[in-house]
């Protein structure tokens, strides 16, 4: 099938991240992939909730929303729905299996994803350019002297895949998420998995397309991965 903007069905959308995006978090980035934009920022906050309270260890969770006109048709400002409060419980826990928290101490960093444009894939752009933000703050809490070191253990990102009209898909914008057969959302750990979410919309899947979108998904991250690096190294 032709794809709406013309890219191989292995393809990914254009990818943007650019640091440094806000003045006051101590990690913010824009990340556009294709026309999905997602302004993630990073807040450093010494503590942690009481439930962790002298553990020794810290703290990542994740608050995700959508600005009135990031869609098509206004929304509510400030009403979760529980899309959106399922969508932020999976930028938490994606984000903190990038973290040793022993090593983070008793700190918290919230992370904060704001969809200001949304078409198609914004829970996964949201966390691939949150780990750049969480980078950035990890890095400030260095220069600070609240760590001595990133406490990272791999890189974090994400993407989506589907079958659309029988075909194999990269990274689904709206129109094709939309019309999708299956959609997944993947979130891997460098070459390890973290979430597999998937479902048959508007039919089942056998075993083989199972491992062919797994595998579709891999080489996905394996390139937004490498983006992340050049972002961070700049």
Same mark, same amino acid.
């Given at each position: ?7 191989? =069905? ?29 302004? #993630? ?12 309270? =002298? ?13 009135? /006109?990031?869609?098509?048709? /206004?929304?509510?400002? =400030?009403?979760?729905?529980?899309? !959106?409060?399922?969508?932020? /419980?999976?930028?938490? /826990? ?8 022993? *090593? ?8 904060? #994803? ?8 914004? *829970? ?83 075993? !083989? ?26």
């Amino acid at each position: 099938m032709t794809r709406l903007d013309g890219r191989a =069905n292995a393809a990914l959308r254009p990818v943007e991240i650019v640091r440094d995006f806000l003045k006051y978090p101590e990690g913010s980035v824009l990340i556009s992939t294709g026309e999905t934009k997602v302004i #993630c920022t990073a807040t450093v906050e010494e503590g942690v909730p009481g439930w962790l309270n =002298n553990q020794g260890q810290g703290w990542v969770t994740a608050e995700y929303a959508m600005l009135p /006109r990031a869609t098509e048709d /206004r929304t509510h400002r =400030n009403r979760m729905s529980g899309r !959106g409060a399922e969508i932020q /419980r999976l930028i938490g /826990r994606s984000l903190r299996t990038a973290v040793d928290m022993k *090593r983070l101490g008793e700190n918290t960093i919230r992370i904060d #994803c704001d969809v200001i444009q949304a078409d198609g894939g914004t *829970r996964t752009s949201a966390i691939t350019g949150a780990y750049v933000a969480l980078c950035d703050a990890l890095q400030y809490m260095i220069d600070m002297d609240m760590i001595a070191e990133a406490p990272l253990l791999g890189h974090v990102a994400a993407v989506s895949v589907g079958v659309v009209k029988g075909e194999l898909l990269l990274d689904l914008c709206y129109v094709e998420d939309a019309q999708a057969d299956v959609d997944m959302n993947i979130v891997m750990r460098d070459d390890e998995f973290v979430e597999v979410q998937g479902t048959g919309e508007g039919a089942t899947f056998v075993r !083989g397309d199972l491992d062919k979108l797994l595998d579709l998904a891999a080489s996905g991250i394996k390139e937004l991965i490498e983006f992340q690096k050049k972002s961070l190294s700049m």
